[in-house]
């Protein structure tokens, strides 16, 4: 299992030359920074997958909350859903790292090993290889966290119970930040998918694990997120909700994109 996970989205979803790509996930964050500014380091997050350009601002308002965690958070278990390969269960890549223009980042051995006894989660580097879910959140912890390693789980067909049993297995303490990428409402026009996303963002708000797929392509991740946090006790917070049409795209056809916190202790402000 030395393979390396190359990128498959560089140069498309995000630039694909290291210089450009650190100053444009550098100047994301900085528009971002002020908000985050004193404010309490997340367990989990909830952020959106597409190309920079259209979700980079709003998932630049959940990485921002990290500033205070380079050097203590160490494990970051990211899940995103499959958008390729048909998938049963959640997949870890089988391979050694992840690489992005700017570096590899190891897998967590440790991570796959405690999972190897869950029937849920096996290995397929089809489901990873050209999946954009979790790649393009990677430049922005490399760029917040420095060095760390990752349990990437790409999830197709699951139970939130399955995927929150999952999230128990790895949850640690705060060396371990956990990632749910998903976008929102697909397609529709921008005041559609504005009132839609509303509903949504607060389904999560209020812990709900039933969220569809038409509301979030990550639904199934982001229902096991929710289903452990509301078992744990934990406090979501909205960060961010926008559209494609509030950041590059035209207002007839957007898609939504929502950047969530969770936090284990009860006072967020």
């Known amino acids: 299992m030395n393979a390396v996970r190359p990128p498959a989205v560089a140069g498309s979803f995000y630039p694909a030359a290291a210089p ?6 550098g100047a994301l964050l900085a528009a971002a920074a002020s908000a985050a500014c004193g404010k309490p380091v997340p367990k989990a997050i909830i952020v959106p997958h597409a190309g920079y350009v259209y979700s ?3 998932a630049a308002t ?22 390729r390969v048909p998938l049963r269960g959640l997949a870890w890549p089988g391979a050694s790292a992840m690489a992005t223009p700017l570096g590899n980042i190891p897998l967590d051995d440790d991570a796959v090993a405690k999972l190897s006894t869950l029937p849920q989660v096996t290995a397929s580097a089809a489901a990873h290889a050209l ?3 979790l790649e393009v959140h990677l430049p922005f912890l490399q760029t917040m966290l420095g060095k760390f390693r990752v349990a990437p ?9 399955e995927v929150a049993q999952v999230l128990d297995a790895l949850w640690g303490g705060a060396e371990t930040l956990i990632v749910v990428s998903s ?15 509303r509903v949504t963002a607060q389904a999560i708000l209020d812990l709900r694990s039933d969220i569809s797929h038409e509301q979030a392509c990550g639904g199934t991740p982001v229902n096991g997120l929710v289903l452990a946090a509301r078992r744990r006790g934990l406090t979501p917070q909205l960060l961010d909700l926008r ?10 056809r957007v898609v939504g994109y929502g950047a969530f916190a969770f936090y284990e202790t009860p006072h967020v402000h």
């Open 20 to 25: 450009e790509l650190a100053r444009d996930v």
């Open 56 to 58: 980079g601002p709003i």
């Open 62 to 83: 959940a990485y921002a909350r990290l500033a205070q965690s380079r050097g203590k958070i160490s494990r970051v278990v990211l899940l995103g859903p499959v958008h």
């Open 131 to 133: 999946e954009h879910s």
């Open 153 to 161: 789980l790409a999830v197709g067909d699951a139970t939130a119970d």
């Open 183 to 197: 976008d929102l409402s697909h397609y529709l026009s921008y005041l559609e998918a504005q009132a839609i996303d």
């Open 243 to 252: 559209n494609s049409g509030d950041t590059a795209g035209d207002r007839k």
